[in-house]
């Protein structure tokens, strides 16, 4: 791998180490930076930019970006460039219909298909999720609560499902970000410990429900008046440039 990307391979601002191949490190803290609500909606994702905070080419930005443009998050404009998706009210009400119905049946798939491993990490991830909140890093938080959903998505045993999942997670959260309201209360930890007791029950009933009115949850804290995240790409991705000046660092 190209020695310039090597910081990325340690522990980024969460703890999470990024392996693999440079586009998908660059695709992992994109789509992160996404999770988390550090990049805005509509932002421009810059190839030559993108490629100076990664230290990669632009081939390397093209495919990453590429494969969220797949996932729905980024828009490819041709002769433009891409920038970070921004849907509209009625692509925001289609999106959460959509992940209501994937939602549903992930639910019941996991009632019958978890296992106690399977269970055992959802609650630790509730754990972290709730540690996050509570030293005040809410943007962490917010990822930890988005990858339950997909974790849960892989406990259903469905291929399918967690592609779709993975796409209306990270969409889902890009339409909090540009519709949440003033209030940005968050308890979705207790709500996903509640589900996860209900999975473990194997109450297929009381889980649906639990999940229902965890959407409902969610749905009611938009409006269509805030933006809460960054467009600057620089400031979305400092804590890569800071590893890298640490690296280059004479010890």
């Keep these: ?36 609500q550090r990049l805005a909606p509509g932002t421009k994702l810059s190839e ?19 494969r969220l443009a797949h996932e729905g998050v980024v828009l490819l404009r041709p002769n433009r460039g891409a920038v970070v998706a921004s849907p509209s009210v ?13 939602e549903k049946a992930i639910t019941e798939l996991a009632v019958q298909h978890a296992s106690d491993a399977q269970l055992a990490e959802l609650r630790q991830m509730v754990i972290d999720e709730r540690d996050c909140f509570a030293r005040g890093d809410r943007g962490a938080g917010i990822r930890l609560s988005g990858e339950f959903h997909l974790k849960l998505a892989e406990a259903a045993k469905n291929a399918p499902l967690v592609s779709f999942q993975r796409s209306l997670v990270s969409q889902t959260s890009l339409i909090i970000a540009q519709y949440e309201g003033a209030s940005r209360s968050h308890c979705s930890y207790d709500e996903h410990n509640e589900l996860i007791d209900a999975i473990a029950a194997r109450d297929a009933d009381k889980a ?10 969610i749905d009611s804290k938009l409006n269509l008046e805030e933006d809460s995240a960054s467009n600057d790409l620089h400031a979305v991705f400092s804590h890569l440039t800071l590893m890298k000046k640490k690296a280059r660092t004479p010890r």
Excluded: C
Excluded at 14 to 31: E, L, N, P, S, W
Excluded at 52 to 63: A, K
């Design 90 to 102: 009625e692509e925001a009400r289609q999106i959460f219909f959509a992940r209501r119905l994937v």
């Design 208 to 217: 649906v429900h639990l999940m229902m009115h965890h959407m409902d949850h």
């Design 1 to 36: 791998m190209n020695e310039q990307l090597q910081p990325l391979k340690k522990p980024n601002k969460t703890g999470k180490t990024r392996t693999g191949t440079q586009d998908d490190i660059v695709y992992a803290h994109i789509f992160d930076a996404i999770l988390e």
């Design 48 to 66: 030559e930019a993108l490629g100076e905070i990664f230290g990669v080419s632009r081939t390397i930005i093209r495919r990453a970006l590429s």
